[in-house]
């Protein structure tokens, strides 16, 4: 068999564990090698499988094999909801005789998550893409099981590690026997602790952020443990530059630090606008603060200053560098307006009517300036040489709240999101809308030396 019953022993060992009056079930598996691997990318920002706020007990005992975990909760675990660790995809949902009802998610980067003894058939199905925090199942006892508890594994590359949740390590690591499993972590048998959940959802829908390049298939690599409800990004000479709003704030990244999050200083904005430029070397930031629009400079020290830019939507927002002229966009009352630096930000109305606040993308296109918004499901896409007249694209049934586009080489190329994946369509092709097989609800777009690079959310 495949999936986790590749790793399970021809028969499993059963022992008691008592928490409270419930017996804990062994489930003892075989890792692939003898020492944990290096993973091939940032382990994710997992949370706790169960409720936000609900505190549960996390054990393990002598033979239990180090790094698994059995979760009990005290006002009985018996239906109990089984929550998605963090993202991903589900490779495996159904049933083992050991495992019994189970899940295995697949977070990418070589991570994967393992949910054991479900009380019945799991809620997912294998291939389906999970959020962070939505349910799998619920808590049962089924397969090798002695009494109705979770049954929890982290691994990297294949093989078992200590469960970090939170960012913070689950201190579950020894079962105090030399003799299970290949894996052996030296020390008594760790300590029964008590941890309180906060897969609560994502405030303010802050999310992990994915990259993905068209140059390996658009396969999505986490970011690091960067997170965020909405992404800008663009790039200087070869370097990758990565913003992100994270409950009101803005962060830098950058691909030539190893994508270390910093917060620029820049607070109290609003959590899905989000625009960037470089103009001659010099990184500008825009945000919405109350519904005015502000702008931050890397020389300046990423002070943020009011343009004068008023009553905007707080979801929407776009900016182009055009021979040094700063251009920003905006949508208030349902119409783009433009406002420029050398006009003193005057917010001028473009005439663009009946479009979404919370979806804009504009480019540059040799000295052209073109806006792009989903009116109706439907991207189209206006001019500033044909007096901002918007043209339906034929790019239909997008969401209303993403949008992205670039230039490259002299193609225009837009990205939208349809149920819940990025497609993408280019002007050399007729505007014909492609699944890039990315999943997310926010995009941002660049090019560097020919290939295309997304962030999503």
């Not at 008023?310 to 776009?318: D, F, K, M, R, T």
Request: net charge positive; aromatic share 8%; hydrophobic share 40%.
């Amino acid at each position: 068999m495949t999936g986790l019953f590749a790793r399970l022993r021809t028969s499993a060992r059963l022992a008691l564990a008592s928490v409270g009056a419930v017996l804990l079930a062994v489930l003892a598996t075989v890792a692939v090698v003898a020492a944990p691997a290096q993973a091939a990318g940032p382990r994710p920002h997992f949370q706790m499988p169960v409720p936000c706020g609900e505190t549960w007990r996390l054990a393990t005992y002598y033979g239990h094999e180090d790094y698994d975990i059995d979760m009990t909760y005290a006002g009985g675990s018996n239906g109990r909801a089984i929550l998605a660790s963090y993202g991903g995809t589900v490779t495996f949902a159904g049933w083992g005789n050991s495992g019994g009802w189970y899940v295995v998610i697949d977070h990418g980067g070589g991570w994967k998550t393992f949910y054991l003894h479900m009380i019945e058939s799991p809620a997912v199905r294998a291939g389906q893409w999970v959020s962070t925090g939505q349910q799998l199942g619920r808590v049962g006892s089924t397969g090798n099981s002695t009494g109705p508890h979770l049954h929890y594994e982290q691994t990297r590359d294949g093989v078992k590690t200590e469960s970090y949740f939170n960012g913070v390590p689950s201190g579950i690591t020894s079962d105090g026997s030399p003799n299970t499993g290949p894996l052996y972590v030296a020390g008594p048998t760790s300590s029964a602790r008590n941890l309180t959940s906060q897969n609560c959802g994502q405030v303010n829908n802050n999310r992990q952020v994915y990259e993905s390049g068209s140059h390996n298939g658009w396969q999505m690599l986490p970011v690091n443990s960067i997170t965020g409800s909405a992404t800008a990004s663009m790039v200087m000479g070869t370097n990758k530059l990565l913003y992100t709003v994270n409950d009101g704030r803005v962060y830098e990244a950058s691909s030539d630090t190893g994508w270390r999050n910093l917060w620029t200083g820049i607070s109290g904005v609003s959590n899905n606008a989000l625009a960037v430029i470089n103009v001659d070397g010099v990184k500008y930031v825009y945000t919405v603060v109350g519904g005015m629009v502000h702008e931050a400079a890397s020389n300046n020290g990423w002070r943020n200053l009011n343009t004068g830019i008023s009553g905007v939507s707080g979801n929407a927002l776009a900016a182009i560098n055009l021979d040094g002229v700063k251009h920003v966009y905006t949508v208030a009352g349902g119409m783009v307006h433009e406002a420029a630096s050398n006009n003193g930000w005057r917010n001028l109305n473009s005439g663009i009517s009946g479009v979404s606040a919370s979806a804009l993308a504009a480019i540059n296109l040799n000295g052209v300036k073109i806006v792009y918004t989903v009116v109706g499901g439907s991207v189209h896409e206006a001019a500033s040489n044909t007096g901002w007249r918007n043209l339906n694209t034929g790019i239909s049934g997008v969401s209303a709240s993403a949008l992205a586009a670039i230039n490259l080489n002299g193609v225009k190329i837009i990205y939208s999101v349809a149920g819940g994946m990025v497609h993408e369509a280019g002007s050399s092709t007729g505007w014909r809308n492609l699944n890039s097989g990315v999943r997310g609800t926010a995009v941002s777009a660049m090019s560097l030396s020919g290939v295309k690079i997304l962030y999503t959310v």
